[in-house]
């Protein structure tokens, strides 16, 4: 029983005793004033020795402090400096002399073709232009002969130009008499045809011949009678290219017909188309 009663006494004495650290609770609020209190004694004490220091020297100036606002207007100019506009000019009336002319690009591509335009008016007319120089008189070309022959002729060992003693048209004198043959002056294309007599029971043998090769033949067999047997052709002639007509040699009897009276034989040809023509 001395153990709890004991203890209780204890605890009634601890609760009656006034300087008793377990009778006085504890005040938060009051331990925070105290801390805050602190720094109010520090910053006052500081307040005052700012005083003292610039009121016992007055030229002497408490340093401004960094942090102003920017909307308080400027107290010292010298803090503060104001704007100053600068004088606008003008560039253009500062132009230099003109430079050196530079080198040329290169071609840009070709652009798309536009589509065609409306056509035009139709301007004025124009003044008419003075005359021109007189030309070259046109050249016409010819050349054209006939001719016919009235003996008959029979073949020999030998081959024999055709000779002709009748002349129906021979223009400029192109064709030879003498020598029987065609010398062409104006190169072109030319017609020729010969029309001979055959002799009964005789062959006809003879060849139209350019420049001494034979081209074409006329030809007709033995026959009870004479008949007209005629060979046309054309050739391309340069100058001084020669035609004339042959006679086969004789292997065999072959002759042309003809007399003083009629003229059976004959030999034609005239230019077409001259070779300087378009």
């Known amino acids: ?29 009051e331990e925070q004033g105290e801390a805050t209190r602190a720094p109010s004694h520090r910053h006052a004490a500081r307040a005052e020795r700012d005083h003292e220091k610039y009121h016992r020297n007055p030229d002497k100036q408490p340093p401004r402090s960094q942090c102003v606002r920017c909307c308080d207007p400027p107290t010292d100019s010298s803090a503060y400096p104001m704007y100053q506009p600068l004088p606008h000019i003008n560039i253009t009336i500062l132009k230099g002399e003109k430079g050196d002319r530079g080198e040329r690009g290169l071609q840009g591509k070709f652009g798309k073709a536009g589509s065609a335009g409306s056509r035009g008016h139709t301007g004025p007319k124009g003044q008419k232009g003075s005359v021109g120089a007189t030309g070259e008189a046109c050249k016409s070309h010819y050349a054209a002969f006939s001719v016919g022959r009235k003996k008959p002729l029979h073949s020999n060992d030998y081959y024999q130009t055709l000779l002709f003693d009748t002349e129906f048209v021979n223009l400029y004198g192109h064709f030879n008499m003498f020598t029987g043959k065609f010398y062409c002056y104006v190169p072109g294309i030319y017609y020729f045809a010969l029309n001979v007599h055959t002799w009964n029971q005789k062959e006809t043998y003879l060849h139209m011949v350019k420049n001494g090769v034979e081209v074409v033949i006329l030809y007709a067999q ?55 023509e378009p």
């Open 1 to 29: 029983m001395e153990g709890p009663w004991t203890l209780l006494c204890l605890l009634l004495l601890c609760l009656l005793l006034p300087g008793s650290t377990l009778s006085q609770p504890s005040h938060p609020e």
């Open 222 to 276: 033995q026959s009870d009678r004479s008949i007209m047997q005629s060979q046309s052709l054309m050739l391309e002639l340069q100058e001084q290219d020669e035609v004339w007509v042959r006679l086969f040699k004789g292997e065999r009897e072959n002759a042309v017909f003809s007399d003083e009276y009629d003229t059976y034989v004959t030999f034609s040809g005239y230019l077409i188309k001259h070779s300087g």
